[in-house]
């Protein structure tokens, strides 16, 4: 995060309603830390004003007129790499455009409010404000000359161990999406069962998971409470409730509920990770992805003393290098390892050695 006397991060904004431009203009200036250099209504005066003002962020919003926001993203990102912050509208059409800026490079987003009420504007604006500021730290230099995804590279054939007995746990902030996407692309469908807290708002999480389950040989949904942890399955907290992992008889199980912040999230790492050290100890696998801040670096610390494997994304292949970099430092990490050398990693931990 920037200090004070640190240059002002410049922000150029894009969005086709005059009137949203000057609401954000206004919003992001209360902020001693962000400039907004510049707007842009559609997204090829915005390519012109890039170049010109080289902005630190962008902001874009995600339904345009002549080009979209996710397909100005497919052009952006492997010319020009900047951390962009997509403005979202909270409805089915808005969930799933957000899903897929997040695919093609976006790093985070905000939702309008769905009234015209001040409160909501003003609980946005400080979310964005926040969100700038990480963005600025942001390292999004890979999608430059991006290469086409790896494809899947673990076949069936493989044989793991623990079955019903094991749990993948794994958490994630900013740029996690992305991070979440490339593993559970390279899981085969044997994988044991995944639990994932990803920080994201409500109502957003269940397109995210039919996005993965289109792309995984994992079935891949948003959590349910009593949902069974089985292998071949990835569950994904909801936003604004917790989730923890408890173990019934011979099978474990999901707990959603209403619960406090933790870490200043709802859903939070440390909640499923320090439940998962708790009840399934030395079956579990954790692993720590892109985000800022400190969230479930106890929670994987809890997990390592149990007796679980834990794995964290390295520096160069995070977006935002401080959750693993947190869970480094406390002790919690075994490995930390580039993104697509996780699975591989998590793979040979379960494998079984068949003569």
Same mark, same amino acid.
């Given at each position: ?62 339904? =345009? *007129?002549?080009?979209?926001?996710? %397909? #100005?993203?497919?052009? @952006?990102?492997? $010319?020009?790499?900047?951390? !962009? ?114 920080? =994201? *708002?409500?109502?957003?999480?269940? %397109? #995210?998971?039919?996005? @993965?389950?289109? $792309?995984?040989?994992?079935? !891949? ?114 490995? =930390? ?19």
């Amino acid at each position: 995060m920037l200090e004070q006397g640190s240059k002002k991060i410049k922000v150029l904004i894009i969005d086709d309603s005059a009137l949203v431009r000057s609401i954000l203009e206004s919003g992001l200036g209360k902020d001693p830390m962000i400039t907004v250099v510049g707007t842009a209504s559609d997204p090829y005066i915005a390519r012109d004003k890039i170049l010109e003002l080289e902005p630190d962020v962008l902001t874009l919003d995600v339904e =345009m *007129p002549r080009m979209d926001g996710v %397909a #100005f993203l497919r052009k @952006l990102m492997p $010319q020009y790499p900047i951390p !962009v912050i997509m403005v979202s509208a909270l409805t089915e059409r808005g969930k799933k455009i957000t899903m897929n800026a997040l695919e093609a490079g976006a790093i985070d987003f905000v939702t309008k409010p769905s009234t015209g009420v001040s409160r909501g504007l003003n609980a946005m604006m400080a979310d964005l404000r926040e969100k700038v500021k990480i963005a600025s730290t942001a390292d999004v230099s890979h999608w430059r000359s991006r290469q086409q995804p790896l494809p899947r590279s673990h076949p069936e054939s493989r044989v793991l161990s623990g079955g019903t007995d094991k749990v993948i746990a794994i958490g994630a902030s900013t740029g996690g999406t992305e991070a979440i996407r490339t593993m559970i692309k390279m899981f085969p469908a044997s994988t044991p069962g995944v639990a994932i807290v990803q920080h =994201m *708002p409500p109502g957003f999480i269940q %397109a #995210f998971a039919e996005s @993965l389950d289109h $792309q995984s040989a994992m079935q !891949v949904k948003e959590a349910e409470n009593g949902d069974r942890i089985l292998p071949g399955r990835v569950v994904i907290a909801p936003g604004g409730k917790q989730m923890k992992i408890y173990r019934s008889g011979g099978v474990y199980l999901t707990k959603i509920f209403d619960g406090e912040r933790v870490n200043g999230h709802c859903p939070s790492v440390e909640v499923l990770m320090n439940s998962v050290a708790e009840q399934v100890g030395d079956n579990a696998v954790g692993v720590m992805l892109t985000g800022m801040g400190g969230d479930g670096a106890k929670g994987l610390l809890a997990m390592r003393k149990a007796g679980a494997r834990t794995f964290a994304q390295d520096e160069k292949t995070s977006v935002v290098f401080g959750m693993p970099k947190v869970a480094y430092e406390i002790g919690a990490v075994e490995k =930390m390892l580039p993104i697509d050398a996780i699975v591989p990693a998590i793979l040979k931990s379960l494998e079984q050695k068949v003569d």
